[in-house]
């Protein structure tokens, strides 16, 4: 089968009271949620969205931080989804992808959780029986998603799962990088620092120049951080969690996902353990491991 490429649309962001983004403040404040943060002037986030057959669930992916929706997994899901006449929706956070909007190093968490929600809001007309699969930050927002829409999510599938990375990965570099760069017994090894700009630079296997990440950051994703709050309290106890996490993941490790769905505290959770794999999880292997987890996670929303 040729790969599946829906066209590019978008959804309006900021601009001081779009419809979509008063209905998704609207729905976040109801629900006692944070809702992310946006420029004063109007930009557009880009949205690939392939309906399905009438019937189906759908699927929406969310990706991880300075990735593109259009990288190895959204790829591979949307083929994935194609074959099964599964509507599928993905989309690029401001500063990702093919999103207008600000710079990846003036945006922040509350920035991407409310790109989640304004996309997912503007879709959620066309939507039915959504499953949410996050890929590392975007497993951390789509729990974030998760809290605040509740009773529209049918399921969720957290791919090598971030929640409060910024709390877990991040802090003690900031803090570490504003006392000159001192280690402390949690950080042993230089963790990055801060530029005159104020931006910070986080050293990376997966870029040579690091990434350039917002000085604010940390501070910014308090209010969004899911570990500290309780979860929903309308969560069904069936409602369908599934994990998947590699063994050798030293960015995030599987405890992560462990921690995530402890915490949710859903009967209906597994987690799928990928030895020897690393935090990108994408070869076929561990592909085919994501879509396993998914059809299970569909098979109990009505479909597969």
Same mark, same amino acid.
């Given at each position: 089968?040729?790969?599946?490429?829906?066209?590019?649309?978008?959804?309006?962001?900021?601009?001081?009271?779009?419809?979509?983004?008063?209905?998704?403040?609207?729905?976040?404040?109801?629900?006692?949620?944070?809702?992310?943060?946006?420029?004063?002037?109007?930009?557009?986030?880009?949205?690939?969205?392939?309906?399905?057959?009438?019937?189906?669930?759908?699927?929406?992916?969310?990706?991880?931080?300075?990735?593109?929706?259009?990288?190895?997994?959204?790829?591979?899901?949307?083929?994935?989804?194609?074959?099964?006449?599964?509507?599928?929706?993905?989309?690029?956070?401001?500063?990702?992808?093919?999103?207008?909007?600000?710079?990846?190093?003036?945006?922040?968490?509350?920035?991407?959780?409310?790109?989640?929600?304004?996309?997912?809001?503007?879709?959620?007309?066309?939507?039915?029986?959504?499953?949410?699969?996050?890929?590392?930050?975007?497993?951390?927002?789509?729990?974030?998603?998760?809290?605040?829409?509740?009773?529209?999510? $049918?399921?969720?599938? *957290?791919? !090598?799962?971030? #929640?409060?990375? +910024? =709390?877990?990965?991040?802090?003690? %570099?900031? /803090? $570490?990088?504003?006392? *000159?760069? !001192?280690?402390? #017994?949690?950080? +042993? =090894?230089?963790?990055?620092?801060? %530029?005159? /700009?104020?931006?910070?630079?986080?050293?990376?296997?997966?870029?040579?120049?690091?990434?350039?990440?917002?000085?604010?950051?940390? /501070?910014?994703?308090?209010?969004?951080?899911?570990?500290?709050?309780?979860?929903?309290?309308?969560?069904?106890?069936?409602?369908?969690?599934?994990?998947?996490?590699?063994?050798?993941?030293?960015?995030?490790?599987?405890?992560?996902?462990?921690?995530?769905?402890?915490?949710?505290?859903?009967?209906?959770?597994?987690?799928?353990?990928?030895?020897?794999?690393?935090?990108?999880?994408?070869?076929?292997?561990?592909?085919?491991?994501?879509?396993?987890?998914?059809?299970?996670?569909?098979?109990?929303?009505?479909?597969?």
């Amino acid at each position: 089968m040729s790969p599946v490429v829906a066209p590019l649309s978008y959804v309006r962001r900021g601009g001081g009271g779009t419809a979509s983004a008063a209905s998704t403040a609207a729905a976040s404040a109801a629900a006692g949620l944070p809702f992310g943060s946006s420029s004063s002037s109007s930009f557009k986030l880009a949205v690939r969205f392939a309906p399905g057959s009438a019937h189906s669930p759908s699927v929406m992916f969310l990706g991880g931080l300075a990735s593109s929706m259009d990288g190895i997994k959204g790829t591979h899901l949307a083929n994935w989804c194609a074959e099964r006449s599964l509507t599928f929706l993905r989309f690029d956070y401001q500063g990702h992808g093919h999103s207008e909007g600000p710079a990846f190093h003036e945006t922040t968490v509350s920035t991407w959780a409310g790109d989640a929600e304004a996309v997912f809001d503007e879709y959620a007309p066309k939507l039915k029986r959504t499953v949410l699969v996050g890929s590392s930050l975007g497993g951390w927002l789509a729990t974030h998603l998760l809290y605040a829409r509740t009773e529209q999510i $049918a399921g969720m599938v *957290g791919v !090598a799962s971030a #929640p409060d990375f +910024t =709390e877990h990965s991040l802090r003690e %570099r900031y /803090d $570490a990088a504003k006392r *000159g760069g !001192a280690t402390t #017994p949690f950080l +042993t =090894e230089p963790g990055g620092h801060f %530029r005159d /700009d104020g931006c910070f630079v986080l050293p990376s296997q997966y870029d040579d120049n690091g990434y350039i990440l917002n000085g604010n950051l940390v /501070d910014d994703a308090v209010p969004f951080c899911v570990l500290t709050r309780p979860p929903p309290s309308n969560l069904s106890p069936t409602f369908p969690l599934r994990f998947v996490h590699g063994t050798a993941d030293v960015d995030v490790p599987w405890q992560r996902s462990v921690a995530l769905m402890e915490h949710l505290g859903v009967q209906n959770s597994t987690l799928r353990l990928i030895q020897g794999a690393d935090h990108r999880l994408s070869s076929e292997q561990h592909l085919n491991e994501i879509t396993a987890a998914l059809e299970e996670v569909l098979a109990q929303c009505g479909g597969q």
